[in-house]
């Protein structure tokens, strides 16, 4: 009866610790019909591309012209992501993207924006996450996630309170230009490597205790609730 229980505890301790792994195809297929996604402790394999890039591409002209660009405009392709998307203690081993700058190849540039919330708390993003020119109209969190190769902001726009609290930033961290409209946290985020916030704009609150940066920290023309960076420094010592 002992050896029962004890073989009964390690079958549900080994069910609970196990993480289950998802492809990142399948979840981009719930995306598009309309699911709202959430994971736990799970291992994303796959890039996790929220531009659909290769489906869009069908869709577009093959050898374009500086005509074509004149008379139809920018080459931007830009994709709306309306489902919730929420990540918890995930990790995903390979790109997760929602900028793809396609110029070698098509000539287009892909962006993806999230018009509900974008949750990814506790992650682990392995390699590249790109978030170049992406708009976050809904709640989005980056609170204890782990960056561990490039990642970029840069031109995105947070239109709610945005969390990057004890994140940490392996390669250098890119928020260049970005917009904060509502407040951000860099409480106890861990920059281990250069800080781009030039051009950066924050109203609302912009909570930097904690906050590591090993190397240096490129603050020019920021603005926090209309101050300079090194002003805000001061009157916030």
Same mark, same amino acid.
């Given at each position: 009866?002992?050896?029962?229980?004890?073989?009964?505890?390690?079958?549900?301790?080994?069910?609970?610790?196990?993480?289950?792994?998802?492809?990142?195809?399948?979840?981009?297929?719930?995306?598009?019909?309309?699911?709202?996604?959430?994971?736990?402790?799970?291992?994303?394999?796959?890039?996790?591309?929220?531009?659909?890039?290769?489906?869009?591409?069908?869709?577009?002209?093959?050898?374009?012209?500086?005509?074509?660009?004149?008379?139809?405009?920018?080459?931007?392709?830009?994709?709306?992501?309306?489902?919730?998307?929420?990540?918890?203690?995930?990790?995903?081993?390979?790109?997760?993207?929602?900028?793809?700058?396609?110029?070698?190849?098509?000539?287009?540039?892909?962006?993806?924006? !999230? &018009? $509900?919330?974008?949750?990814?708390?506790?992650?682990? *993003?392995?390699?590249? %996450?790109? +978030? /170049? #020119?992406? =708009? @976050?109209?809904?709640?989005?969190?980056?609170?204890?996630?782990?960056?561990?190769?490039?990642?970029?902001?840069?031109?995105?726009? !947070? &239109? $709610?309170?945005?969390?990057?609290?004890?994140?940490? *930033?392996?390669?250098? %961290?890119? +928020? /260049? #230009?970005? =917009? @904060?409209?509502?407040?951000?946290?860099?409480?106890?985020?861990?920059?281990?490597?250069?800080?781009?916030?030039?051009?950066?704009?924050?109203?609302?609150?912009?909570?930097?205790?904690?906050?590591?940066?090993?190397?240096?920290?490129?603050? /020019? #023309?920021? =603005?926090?609730?209309?101050?300079?960076?090194?002003?805000?420094?001061?009157?916030?010592?």
């Amino acid at each position: 009866m002992k050896n029962t229980i004890t073989l009964t505890i390690l079958f549900i301790t080994s069910f609970t610790v196990a993480q289950k792994t998802v492809e990142a195809t399948d979840i981009i297929k719930d995306i598009k019909n309309g699911k709202d996604i959430s994971y736990h402790d799970a291992i994303v394999t796959g890039d996790l591309d929220f531009t659909y890039m290769e489906d869009k591409l069908a869709d577009l002209p093959q050898k374009k012209k500086k005509k074509w660009w004149k008379n139809k405009g920018g080459n931007t392709v830009k994709n709306l992501i309306e489902s919730k998307i929420s990540f918890a203690n995930c990790t995903f081993k390979d790109n997760v993207l929602a900028y793809v700058p396609d110029s070698e190849n098509s000539g287009y540039t892909f962006v993806a924006s !999230f &018009d $509900n919330d974008a949750i990814f708390k506790g992650c682990t *993003f392995e390699r590249k %996450a790109m +978030f /170049k #020119y992406s =708009k @976050f109209n809904g709640n989005a969190s980056f609170e204890g996630t782990t960056f561990g190769d490039d990642s970029t902001f840069k031109y995105s726009q !947070f &239109d $709610n309170n945005v969390s990057f609290a004890n994140a940490v *930033f392996k390669e250098t %961290a890119t +928020f /260049k #230009y970005t =917009k @904060f409209r509502d407040g951000v946290s860099f409480n106890q985020t861990d920059f281990q490597e250069d800080l781009n916030i030039k051009y950066t704009k924050v109203t609302g609150n912009f909570d930097i205790k904690g906050m590591k940066v090993a190397y240096e920290i490129n603050s /020019k #023309y920021t =603005k926090i609730n209309g101050r300079g960076f090194n002003k805000y420094l001061l009157e916030n010592r």
